[in-house]
Every structure is written in C-alpha cells, then in structure tokens.
C-alpha cells in the first residue's frame, strides 16, 4: 500500500473551494470510475472517494485541500507520477484568479486532446452506413412478410393457346 498526503492553502473561502470540490467530485465519478461520496459541513466539507485499488478523502476548508489517499498494490507503483500530477494539477488551478474556470477549460482541453487521439469516423460515412442498413433492413422486411395469393379480378383471365 501507498499513502498520499497533499496539502494546500488557499484564499477561496469555503463557497468558492465547495463548488471546485464537488466538481472534481463529479469529473471523478465519471472519468475515473470513482464512487464519490460529499458530505457538506459548517466549516468543512469531506469528498469521500473509492474505487478499485485507490480510497482516500478530500478535506475542503475555507482556506485548505487536503488529499488523503490509500493507493493499492498495483497503482503503488505508480504512487510518484500520480502524486505529482495531482500536486501539478493542483498548483496550477489555485495560481488562476478562477480556479472553477480553470478546472473547466482545462477539461476540455484533455477531452479534446483524447477525442484527437480517438479513432475518426467520418459523419458522412456513418450517415451513409446508416442508409445501407435501413435499406438492407427494408429489402428483408420485405422478404420477411407472408406471400399473399393475388387478389381475383373480375376479368376472365384469357384461354391458353394451342400451338399451331
């Protein structure tokens, strides 16, 4: 096991520092598979997190964060980057005049630096995949359906011919 222990002073007050929390709490939750729990307090609030081979606290005051985390084995190993990146993270949020907007803009950095490097499907292909699979779908509805005998006119229909 792996201990973090981050601590850092802030000037937000306790409103200001609630709203970056719970928003990290909520980016967590989603991008990082963790189950968060906030609990609201008079002069701190405690970000209870877990997930598979990681568990620990966010202590949020008026003039505090402290992070508190158990790192299991296998993410131990990586105990170093990962308490740097949070310490870098973390640096660089409080040194904005807004952190909460800084939080934002540097998430949308990251979603679309990974949509980058994510696999590209062309809109119009996809459109056009879809065209081919209504069609496809619709030529075997067709096939799907019973037969029906034709409908009897009222036309005697002719004699066949004899061959001469």
Not at 35 to 54: I, L, M, N, Q, W
Not at 81 to 102: F, G, M, R, T
Not at 121 to 129: A, G, N, R
Request: charged share 35%; net charge positive.
């Amino acid at each position: 096991m792996a201990d973090i222990h981050i601590v850092r002073e802030h000037g937000l007050g306790l409103e200001q520092a609630r709203k970056l929390a719970f928003r990290w709490a909520e980016v967590a939750e989603k991008k990082l598979e963790m189950d968060c729990t906030y609990e609201e307090g008079k002069t701190h609030d405690v970000v209870s997190f877990k997930r598979p081979g990681a568990s620990g606290e966010l202590k949020v005051s008026k003039d505090r964060f402290q992070l508190d985390a158990r790192l299991g084995m296998l993410l131990g190993v990586f105990k170093g980057k990962i308490e740097s990146a949070i310490v870098e993270n973390l640096d660089q949020l409080l040194a904005h005049q807004d952190p909460l907007y800084a939080f934002e803009q540097g998430l949308s950095k990251h979603e679309a630096k990974h949509e980058k490097h994510a696999p590209k499907h062309d809109k119009h292909d996809k459109h056009e995949k879809h065209e081919k699979h209504e069609k496809h779908d619709a030529k075997h509805a067709k096939h799907a359906e019973p037969h029906k005998a034709p409908a009897k006119s009222a036309a005697k229909a002719p004699a066949p011919r004899k061959a001469k």
